[in-house]
């Protein structure tokens, strides 16, 4: 693995206000990474000093070994980046806007001008002005512009924000797609967890200015996870199965149990199986990855 994007202790005051407190993280090459936080706990702050676009109150950060506020024009260079107001000209159409930003990434392929288009369902609209495109339509241009040159590193600051579940989808297919045919590394900020957990490889947690964990979606399950919630749909007799796997909730043909890790899962289904009854639908309700966020968050909120 090789890191290449690398924090270490950043704080960033505004004023009297600070907005992060001793930030560290790592970003190895190829990470789809998600940086995961409620609105106003500093996300876009990071994406803004990662760009060198503001200068830490102190810390060190490395983008492929430069320093984002002295080096910053190298990293532009090989980075696409999406924010909130995506930077485009709303008097100019689709199609010319990308043409513009393509001639100063020195990338005049019409051909991928409009396969891109194509791809995110704006070729139709490319001749009108991007001011009276939708939010959702200038949201799909933006990350157009942002990956027209096929960028080693991608910064998406809510990329979904605006999309209809349509775009939603066929925005987290051309993220997943871009990583795995070209190896982008993607750091991603969000605050709707449940859209990106598809996507994503890694996962930080920001909660009020500060890491508060960090890791894949696996080790934050055995780490955090203590019991398994199971919810089947069947038709059998709970007394008549054993008593080992606990019944937390009964409601008609759904049965919720409480099991104490994943592994006891395939001796329950075939405990009911092996009594002739059913089982229409499995669904493990406790692993996805906002309860996780929730657990994280509960447990750092006690520790305090």
């Known amino acids: 693995m090789v890191p290449i994007i690398q924090v270490r202790g950043i704080q960033k005051q505004f004023d009297a206000r600070t907005v992060l407190h001793d930030v560290s993280f790592t970003v190895n090459q190829g990470d789809i990474v998600g940086l995961l936080g409620p609105n106003g706990s500093g996300k ?42 995506a ?42 002005k991007v001011g009276t495109y939708s939010t959702g ?13 096929n960028p080693t590193i991608l910064f998406l600051d809510e990329p979904t924000n605006g999309l209809d579940p349509e775009g939603i989808h066929m925005v987290l297919e ?25 996507v994503c490889t890694q996962y930080l947690f920001l909660d009020r200015g500060t890491i508060i964990e960090s890791g894949t979606k696996s080790e934050l399950e055995k780490k955090y996870i203590k019991e398994i919630s199971v919810k089947i749909e069947t038709n059998a007799v709970v007394k008549e199965l054993n008593p ?15 099991l104490q890790t994943k592994d006891e899962l395939p001796g329950l289904l075939e405990d009911i199986l092996r009594k002739q009854y059913w089982i229409h639908h499995v669904e493990i309700q406790n692993r996805d990855l906002e309860s996780l966020y929730f657990q994280i968050r509960g447990e750092r909120n006690e520790d305090k």
């Open 244 to 258: 080992l796997y606990k019944v937390a909730k009964q409601d008609g043909s759904f049965v919720t149990f409480t």
């Open 174 to 198: 051309n993220i997943y797609t871009l990583n795995k045919q070209y190896g982008t590394t993607i750091f991603l900020c969000s605050h709707i967890l449940h859209q990106i957990e598809s």
């Open 137 to 149: 339509m200038k949201r799909r241009l933006g990350i157009i512009k942002a990956i027209l040159h």
């Open 44 to 85: 876009t702050t990071i994406i803004r000093l990662l760009n060198g676009v503001i200068e830490p109150t102190a810390g060190q950060m490395r983008i492929n070994h430069w320093d984002p506020h002295t080096e910053g024009h190298k990293i532009r260079k090989i980075s696409g980046i999406l924010t909130d107001g």
């Open 87 to 128: 930077g485009l000209y709303h008097e100019m159409t689709g199609v010319d806007n990308l043409r513009f930003f393509g001639k100063l990434y020195g990338v005049n392929d019409e051909n991928r001008i409009q396969q891109l288009l194509t791809d995110f369902q704006l070729a139709d609209h490319q001749q009108k």
